[in-house]
């Protein structure tokens, strides 16, 4: 069996499934995760903008279905596994000289009964797939999408991005920035990344006045 590649986390990233915030963004996504029996053929996309939790998800899946994770761009020709359901990230990546090994990986697992959850940022038709084959199972694979973050869930990251570096917001903080930032899981981090740099920098408290000017710099 192939050794189980190893990610390296930000320190204080919460990643267990009652750090997940769901809401309608992302709430069939969450639902099918939980039912891979349900998955046609065995086996599901999750596709999701950068930061949408897609990586998160697949920690989730990985945890209850003691599954083997891989990224795409460390996969080589000779991969090979006899894990009965495997999870590959950013399918977008895959080296054109892996995707045999992937052809035969989807067919060993399909045949066996075993799951295969795929994560991108698009939707397997834009994947540069050149091995029509591969391309054509993959394109038929069954899409779980997470859509841009709704006023909960933008408020709940908000929240988690705050959390993971140890910071306590006020809440009248989060609603402030909810209603001012592009609604987009990558505007969250990034605002919240900004705010503890500019307070770590200017020896300032993270408040509304501090995001008020940064976001006023910002336009």
């Known amino acids: 069996m192939a050794d189980q590649l190893a990610f390296d986390w930000p320190t204080g ?12 963004a992302n709430a069939q996504a969450y639902a099918m995760i939980g039912s891979p029996e349900a998955w046609p053929e065995g086996k599901l996309a999750l596709i999701g903008p950068e930061g949408s939790g897609k990586s998160h998800l697949a920690r989730v899946f990985q945890a209850q ?25 950013d399918m977008e ?8 090994a992937v052809f035969h990986l989807h067919n060993n697992l399909r ?3 075993g799951a295969l959850l795929l994560t991108s940022g698009q939707p397997p038709s834009r994947w540069p797939i050149a091995l029509p084959d591969l391309a054509s199972r993959m394109q038929a694979t069954t899409v ?3 859509d841009n973050p709704d006023d909960a869930l933008l ?10 570096r140890q910071i306590n917001p ?12 592009e609604r987009s899981f990558a505007a969250a981090a990034t605002i919240v990344e900004r705010l503890d740099a500019a307070a770590l920098a200017q020896r300032r408290k993270i408040n509304t006045a501090l995001a008020a000017e ?3 710099n910002a336009d």
Request: aromatic share 6%; no cysteine.
């Open 214 to 216: 940064l976001l006023d």
């Open 144 to 146: 779980a999408q997470i």
């Open 13 to 24: 990233v919460a990643l267990g499934p009652d750090d997940f915030f769901v809401s309608k």
């Open 65 to 89: 279905s003691d599954a083997l994770l891989v990224a795409a761009d460390s996969m080589a020709a000779g991969f090979r596994t006899d894990a009965s359901t495997v999870i590959i990230e």
């Open 93 to 100: 990546t895959l080296a054109q000289s892996a995707e045999e």
């Open 111 to 113: 045949n066996a009964g």
């Open 155 to 164: 408020s709940a990251l908000i929240m988690k991005h705050f959390a993971d």
């Open 170 to 181: 006020q809440p009248a903080l989060v609603q402030y920035l909810s209603t001012r930032i």
